[in-house]
């Protein structure tokens, strides 16, 4: 399994409250994704890293916000959460200049819930 | 804008059977395909990976194709088992170049369930 470690895996808040999902990697790949799955709309990509610092817009990026201060860590915020955002969030990574296939690696999911 | 479909949504066979899980997409220019595999309130796992200038990828039971000009891919599994019963999501990257890598598009899924 590729080294991906996502947290918190369950959470639950309530809306108006600023969430922030983790998620951490030991394979010191250069690109990180985070993604969105929800019924009805399956995943969808949120925003991406290619580098430290190195951050860009995916499909449905209003309401998040992400940083990442070092190569293994990507955070992803929820300034201020709503119901619409309640969903499983998945972390990814991959690295096109170690293989150039640009396969994708997913985490386990964090699950988020907010009332 | 890419759109990827999946057909069947969901598919119940015995165990044994041979069975192919379908995916189209609407703009050929894709720089890969890739087939996952979902357990429930898991993570995904890669099947194949099948780059825009391949036909086919094999692993074990599994044999994905990819047609391109037809905008196509299909996953055949042979002599399936109960631990095949999963959801099968299939992605494409789409060639936009630069720092566009794994900005996946993907299908709703196909529900797998294989019974004894």
């Known amino acids: 399994d590729a080294g991906i470690t996502q947290s918190p895996r369950h959470k639950v808040t309530e809306t108006g409250t600023p969430v922030t999902l983790r998620c951490h990697q030991t394979?010191?790949?250069?690109?990180m994704y985070w993604y969105r799955q929800d019924p009805g709309h399956g995943l969808r990509l949120i925003h991406y890293?290619?580098?430290?610092?190195?951050?860009d817009k995916g499909e449905v990026s209003d309401g998040y916000s992400v940083s990442r201060s070092k190569t293994e860590d990507f955070l992803l915020t929820l300034e201020s959460a709503t119901s619409s955002q309640t969903s499983v969030y998945f972390c990814?990574?991959?690295?096109?200049?170690?293989?150039?296939?640009?396969?994708?690696?997913f985490g386990e999911g964090s699950r988020l819930t907010v009332l | 804008k890419q759109e990827v479909t999946q057909i069947p949504a969901a598919l119940s066979v015995p165990e044994g059977e041979n069975l192919v899980l379908n995916c189209s997409f609407t703009?050929?220019?894709?720089?890969?395909l890739q087939w996952f595999r979902q357990d429930p309130g898991k993570g995904l796992t890669s099947l194949l990976l099948i780059q825009s200038s391949q036909r086919e990828q094999t692993s074990g039971r599994l044999n994905a194709s990819l047609d391109k000009s037809s905008g196509r891919s299909t996953l055949y599994i042979a002599a399936s088992q109960p631990g095949d019963s999963a959801t099968y999501l299939c992605?494409?990257?789409?060639?936009?170049?630069?720092?566009?890598?794994?900005?996946?598009?993907f299908g709703q899924g196909t529900i797998l369930t294989v019974h004894p």
């Open positions: 703009d050929s220019a894709i720089y890969n």
């Open positions: 992605a494409v990257s789409s060639n936009a170049g630069g720092t566009s890598y794994g900005k996946l598009t």
């Open positions: 394979e010191n790949h250069r690109y």
């Open positions: 990814a990574i991959s690295d096109p200049d170690r293989d150039y296939t640009g396969e994708l690696f």
């Open positions: 890293s290619y580098g430290v610092k190195d951050t």
